[in-house]
Each structure stands twice: as structure tokens, then as C-alpha cells.
């Protein structure tokens, strides 16, 4: 960053980051054999399945086929390497303005770039078309010496089966702002402030598709693309008015016109009392709005839980909106104590949420062996429409719904309030230095989603909602404590993290399926053996029918170490090792099936990594 001063009321400035990130993670090895990617080029059957109904075959006159006859070829080449990839992510950013001050008003007038390119590449996954041609005209040969000796097939064989698949998604914003600001008159409790702005900026997003994913050719690989351009405008103000020394009330409101989704405003207020020196009473009311995102409206998405689910943008959807609300307290009973308890709750409307089966199943809809027999309809190879408007269910060759499809869309509400809590504390401990605590603790209350149809769920303490979080879930409680000593240029910080148990079912009230024998759930995907126990209120269960660990995913407790050292003024040098202690993630068996883990991504990744090191140095100019 640098600045030019013109004069004690004008000065320009201009900032300019570069910013490279570099990644690379190891997969296990490839299959030639999936349950199914998403192909664009046919949405009456958007599902292609390598391996069904039509198996890899090692033809009779394959050199390596000594049976003499076409044989079903299932494997993981060891010679490809495990499915891994690297990520090359280059973000430009350019701020220029002018601020100071003219006519009584401070003002800030500026401009931004920000540019991203991203270099993505992945190696280890299978043309499946190409492998069985190679394995067809023998070109592609399985058998070797050992495990440890190289592969017999020639290198471009290999390259063509398993090509270096790169994309490149890239994205940038222009903006122009100006921001005004002044103070207006003085009150009993301090000057009336106002502040207003404007701003322009052009978005834009390109994601090609991974090569061969819009043929549907990669095993294991869905197809996912977008190309997106928009402009929004923006007019802002605010007010802060210290009405007495014991009375702050503050108001905001905010205009905003996309040129693709129309217009919104939205307004914030806010108010402090103060009753005595140790108390402050807050509270908020504001509104929000989202437009939607260029994947939401013109890409696609693919997963799976037992089937698989197409999610399709909707260039119809509507914005989201909220509204939301907080009260809460400050309390500062010594100097170097102070607490915050917050009370918050946000109410959603028109959530952007993906396709949902539990919307576009039709209630009593068979789903497994629907071949006419045993007083099931045929519905082998069928396509049969769903609840929703535009939405389909497509049945293998089996009669198994293999697939599910339907848009991004537009839910009726969600719902959640919780408590926020931060304790701080701080003193002195003379030629030893200085001593800090703090501990951050939220509880979510409550988190319930209100579908199309008017149906409630609690999601608040489970893994849901699975199809739209991956299995996340939301846990009642999370807290981190940290305790910092510093003295002179050293300083270190311990901490403790914690996120609380998940119940291992998708909202409250779900209960597994069973027909007397086999226990089943939708979204897990996992055949159970019934022990007649008649507990079926979870989502996983052992293999002698048991619940499974109450059918509860364990809390999980990690602790960080972190150290500064400041040689001399500009210079820090910085230490950090997250999870000390080498803390495994617990196992997690609900989404071992559905997304091919067996730890929760979203809360337990640190003890997937397991300890790790950072060591970083800063020097300022």
C-alpha cells in the first residue's frame, strides 16, 4: 500500500496484492466402475452409470485372459496412481482513490480490481470408453511380474485411459464507490454522525466443464459449468445518534439493483443503553437479501445419497431474503473483565436451496425392485414425474430409482436463534508480562427448514439437512478458549476448541425403514440386519442390528499452540501447530456410504490432517 499526500485535505492511495496458492492432495485409486455421473447432453436420462448394465468386459482374445472367454473386468489400475489433484489459484487485487475532505464532509473515492484464475488439474480417473477400447484391441494389458514392476502397457495408452484433465475457472470484479460522511450537530451524548455512499461494480464467472465430464466419459467424475456476467448498483446511508450519555440509536438503510434480479432495500437499526458504568443493554433489527449466484441459475450439480441427484439452475429463482434480530448484554464488573451474552435470530425466506427428494419423491413412491413382480409397478428404465413441477425420477434397469432431478428452488423458510457467549479477561503480572483469556461459546436453540409443502423439520443437533450440507450438520454447541502470555517481543497463545456431539439422523424424528428383516435408511443408503428391538429412531446401526454408539458422532476436542516473536520494529516471525496433541477425528458412519468418508468434513477436519505446522514471517514497510 502507499500514499501520496497533496495536501493536509487530500491524499491518494494505491494498494496492490498478489496473492498464489498452490495446492495437492493424494486420492485412493481410481475404479473403472462408478454409480453414476450426471450427462448434460440427455436430461430425459441424465444419469450414466459405468459399470451398469453394460460391465467392463476382458474380451476372450485379451493376451491376459486365460479363461477363453469374455469375462466381467472389475479393478483399481495401480499403474494410473490414485485419483489426485493439484490446484494453482492466482488472485490479482488493485485499490486506487482519493480521500480527504471538502465543504465540511470527509469522503473516500475509489476503484477495485480483483481478479481470479484458477489452474485445476486432475490426474488417476478412467475414460471408460477408451479403456475398453484399449482392453477390446489388447493395447491395454492388466497382468505384470508384480505389484512393484512397472506396467507392460506402453506410456500413451496409459495417458490416453487416463488423460491429465485441467480446467480453468476464472472470475473478477470492477467496482466504483464513493463514500461521504460529516458530523451534523452535537447531542447530549456526543456529535449526530451521518454517512452515505454509492457504488457500481461488474461481476463475472467462467467455469469451464473438466474435459470428457460433458460426454459423461470420466469414471466418477460429474459434469458442472457456467458462464455468467452481471452489474450491481448500490445506494447506502447511515445515522448514529448518541441521543444522551445513556441512549445510542443508530439506523442504516441500503438500496440495491441487480441488472439480473431487480432490485431490493433494506434497512438497519440499532440502539444502546446505558444504565450504569458496567452495564450496556443492545439490541438490532436488519434485513438482508441475496441474489442469486451464476451457479444457481445456469449451473448444474450432481451427488448422490442412495440415488443420485441432479440439481439444474433456474434462471426463475427469486433472492433470498431475511430478517434478523439480536438482544444481549455487556458487562464490564472490574476493569479487565468484560462479558457478552447475546441473544440472535434469523428468519429466512425463499432460501435457495438444491433439489430435494424428500420434495420430489411422491409419498408411498417405490424406489427399490419396481419390476412388476411381488405387487410392485414396472418401472424398469421409466421415467416418472415427481411432486414438483419439472421434476423426474428415472428407474434402472433393475427398477432401483437411480435418479432423482429437479432445479435449484426457492424453500418456504428456515428458522434459527441460538445464544452467543464471550468471557475476556486480562491482567498484569509485573516484569512477567501480561496474561489473557477469552472464551467464545455458541448454542443453537433451534434450526428448523419449512419445505414447499408446509412440512416442518428440526435440523438443530443432527448431520441434516444431508442433501444440502453434505452431511455437516449442525451441532448444538461449539466453544473455543485461549490463554495468551506475552512479554516484551515474545508472545504465546494456547487453545482449546470444542464442537459438540451430532445425533446421527438427518432431523429430528427421522426413523429407519424396516420389512421385518433388513433395516434400511434413505439417506445413509446402509442395509441393516432387524434385531427386533423395534429402536429404529437413528441412522446407523451395527451389524447385529444394535443402534450404533447411541447413535450419537462424539464430541471432538482439539488443542492449538501458536507463538510471535518480534526481533525488532516491522518484523514479526510467527509459529503455529494446530492440533497439538494429534487428535483423530471421531468415526463417522453415517456418511461412510453417501460421500465415501468416514469423519464429518465440516467439523472434524483438523483431526483428518492430524498435527500441522506453520511457520510465517512479516515484515512492514
Not at 511380474?145 to 476464472?170: F, H, R
Not at 458487562?331 to 436451496?353: C, H, M, Q, S
Amino acid at each position: 500500500r502507499g500514499t501520496l499526500q497533496f495536501s493536509p485535505a487530500l491524499t491518494a492511495y494505491l494498494e496492490v496484492g498478489y496473492f498464489n496458492t498452490k495446492t495437492s492432495s493424494n486420492g485412493t485409486l481410481g475404479a473403472n466402475n462408478d454409480v453414476g455421473v450426471f450427462f448434460p447432453g440427455n436430461l430425459n436420462s441424465p444419469l450414466v452409470i459405468h459399470g451398469s448394465p453394460i460391465t467392463m468386459i476382458l474380451p476372450a482374445a485379451h493376451p491376459d485372459n486365460t479363461f477363453g472367454v469374455d469375462r466381467t473386468l472389475f479393478l483399481r489400475p495401480n499403474e494410473l496412481g490414485g485419483r489426485d489433484q493439484k490446484t494453482d489459484n492466482e488472485v490479482l487485487r488493485v485499490v486506487e482513490g482519493v480521500q480527504g475532505s471538502a465543504f465540511g464532509w470527509d469522503y473516500d473515492l475509489g476503484a477495485a480490481y480483483i481478479r481470479s484464475k484458477l489452474k485445476n488439474q486432475n490426474t488417476g480417473f478412467i475414460r471408460y470408453n477408451v479403456m475398453q477400447a484399449a482392453l477390446n484391441n489388447g493395447t491395454y494389458l492388466i497382468n505384470r511380474p508384480s505389484l512393484t514392476s512397472p506396467s507392460l502397457t506402453s506410456p500413451a495408452v496409459l495417458a490416453a485411459i487416463s488423460p491429465t484433465l485441467e480446467n480453468n475457472p476464472t472470475s473478477s470484479i470492477k467496482s466504483i464507490d464513493l463514500k461521504v460522511g460529516r458530523d451534523l450537530m452535537d447531542l447530549p451524548g456526543g456529535p449526530l454522525a451521518v454517512a452515505a455512499g454509492a457504488e457500481v461494480r461488474w461481476e463475472a464467472a467462467t467455469t469451464p466443464p473438466v474435459p470428457f465430464t460433458d460426454t459423461a466419459e470420466i469414471v466418477g467424475l460429474g459434469y458442472s459449468a457456467f458462464n455468467a456476467k452481471r452489474r450491481v448498483a448500490a445506494l447506502f446511508g447511515e445515522l448514529n445518534a448518541p441521543v444522551t450519555k445513556w441512549l445510542d440509536l443508530s439506523g442504516a438503510v441500503r438500496y440495491d439493483k441487480y441488472s439480473d434480479f431487480g432490485d431490493s432495500t433494506t434497512p438497519k437499526i440499532g440502539f444502546k443503553v446505558k444504565p450504569i458504568d458496567q452495564l450496556v443493554v443492545r439490541g438490532s433489527y436488519a434485513e438482508a437479501f441475496r441474489a442469486p449466484g451464476p451457479a444457481e441459475t445456469g449451473g448444474s450439480s450432481f451427488g448422490f445419497t442412495t440415488y443420485g441427484i441432479l440439481s439444474q439452475g433456474d434462471p426463475k429463482i427469486k433472492p433470498e431474503t431475511a430478517k434478523s434480530y439480536t438482544l444481549g448484554l455487556i458487562f464490564e464488573p472490574i476493569a479487565g473483565t468484560n462479558a457478552t451474552l447475546d441473544y440472535w435470530r434469523v428468519d429466512r425466506k425463499d432460501e435457495i436451496v438444491q433439489a430435494d427428494p424428500n420434495s420430489i419423491i411422491p409419498t408411498g413412491q417405490c424406489v427399490l425392485a419396481c419390476n412388476g413382480t411381488a405387487g410392485t409397478p414396472n418401472l424398469i428404465s421409466q421415467q416418472v414425474a415427481g411432486a414438483l413441477p419439472g421434476t423426474f425420477l428415472f428407474y434402472d434397469s433393475t427398477g432401483a430409482l437411480a435418479t432423482v432431478t429437479g432445479f435449484n428452488r426457492n424453500a418456504a423458510k428456515t428458522k434459527t436463534d441460538g445464544i452467543d457467549l464471550e468471557l475476556r479477561h486480562r491482567m498484569s503480572l509485573g516484569d512477567a508480562g501480561r496474561l489473557s483469556g477469552q472464551l467464545n461459546w455458541t448454542h443453537v436453540k433451534k434450526y428448523s427448514r419449512t419445505d414447499a409443502f408446509g412440512t416442518t423439520v428440526d435440523y438443530d443437533g443432527t448431520h441434516g439437512p444431508l442433501v444440502q450440507s453434505a452431511g455437516g450438520g449442525t451441532p448444538k454447541d461449539r466453544m473455543t478458549v485461549s490463554l495468551t502470555w506475552d512479554r516484551g517481543p515474545w508472545a504465546v497463545t494456547g487453545g482449546l476448541n470444542y464442537v459438540g456431539p451430532i445425533k446421527m439422523i438427518d432431523h429430528k424424528g427421522e426413523v429407519s425403514d424396516t420389512d421385518g428383516t433388513n433395516v434400511s435408511n434413505a439417506n445413509t443408503g446402509v442395509v441393516y440386519p432387524d434385531n427386533g428391538s423395534g429402536q429404529l429412531n437413528c441412522g446407523v446401526f451395527t451389524t447385529t442390528g444394535a443402534v450404533y454408539n447411541g447413535c450419537k458422532l462424539p464430541s471432538f476436542t482439539t488443542f492449538d499452540l501458536f507463538g510471535k516473536w518480534t526481533p525488532f520494529k516491522n518484523l514479526d516471525i510467527n509459529l503455529s501447530i494446530q492440533n497439538l496433541f494429534d487428535r483423530k477425528a471421531p468415526f463417522d458412519p453415517y456418511l461412510v456410504l453417501t460421500y465415501g468418508i468416514n469423519y464429518n468434513q465440516t467439523w472434524h477436519q483438523s483431526g483428518a490432517v492430524g498435527r500441522f505446522f506453520t511457520v510465517a514471517g512479516k515484515y512492514t514497510f
